[in-house]
């Protein structure tokens, strides 16, 4: 069963608000993923966790913040965003980063305004 | 640097009709992966296809099919037999093997509409 989830489906914010989304897998993988899509672009990597450790930072702005709990959790923490933050949030996860053979499997996404 | 291209930013076919998206790709490395990824209207991007660079065997799987041509650095991806569900972006990934950080690096992606 190849299931990444995401919460909320939708998300409209101003710009002061503080929100976060949150995003699960139950398929034991070790690696997870924050990528951004804006409209008509493709995916672009944000962050990636590993073994619950951050590993890869893209040079992502400080207004958003990943948090990892535990293996089958990813949160991306929102404050302060700007109106071209306004995007698809995909999450993805895959058995291990090592090597870079590892399949990413996707959730649905968060579609995110930012007012 | 590694760097995938999707010449084709839209195709247009009528049902039934067969229809290749083209995929060339460029990387230092000897080892790395190249996949296919579909993205229907609801946003969730679909595994396809994963194939390693040592791997040039052709593949088919129902009306899928993938052409695997290191020569040409290309990996072309057919639908025989095109269906209105197969409308969606398509994007070739490649992914750098590498000790740590498996990053993959999308093509722009191709919009297949598929007309009844």
């Known amino acids: 069963d190849t299931e990444v989830t995401q919460t909320p489906k939708h998300l409209v914010m101003g710009m002061t608000n503080k929100k976060s989304l949150k995003c699960e897998q139950h398929?034991?993988?070790?690696?997870m993923y924050w990528y951004k899509q804006k409209a008509k672009k493709p995916p672009e990597l944000m962050f990636v966790?590993?073994?619950?450790?951050?590993?890869i930072n893209e040079s992502v702005p400080s207004r958003f913040s990943p948090e990892c709990p535990n293996s089958s959790l990813l949160n991306l923490h929102l404050h302060a965003l700007q109106p071209e933050d306004s995007a698809l949030y995909l999450c993805?996860?895959?058995?291990?980063?090592?090597?870079?053979?590892?399949?990413?499997?996707f959730g649905p996404g968060t579609r995110l305004t930012v007012l | 640097a590694q760097k995938v291209t999707q010449a084709q930013t839209e195709i247009s076919v009528v049902e039934k009709e067969d229809v290749t998206l083209d995929c060339v790709y460029e990387?230092?490395?000897?080892?790395?992966?190249l996949f296919w990824y579909k993205q229907p209207p609801s946003g969730e991007l679909v595994f396809l296809i994963r194939?390693?660079?040592?791997?040039?065997q052709n593949e088919i799987s129902g009306r899928y099919s993938w052409n695997f041509q290191k020569s040409t650095s290309s990996f072309n991806f057919t639908i025989t037999a095109s269906q209105v569900v197969d409308s969606a972006v398509y994007f070739c990934?490649?992914?750098?093997?590498?000790?740590?950080?498996?990053?993959?690096?999308f093509g722009a992606g191709t919009i297949l509409r598929v007309k009844s």
């Open positions: 993805a996860s895959s058995q291990t980063e090592a090597g870079g053979t590892d399949t990413q499997y």
């Open positions: 398929m034991g993988h070790r690696a």
């Open positions: 966790y590993s073994y619950e450790k951050l590993s």
């Open positions: 990387t230092r490395d000897t080892t790395y992966y």
């Open positions: 194939r390693n660079s040592f791997d040039e």
């Open positions: 990934a490649l992914s750098e093997a590498r000790e740590y950080g498996n990053k993959l690096v």
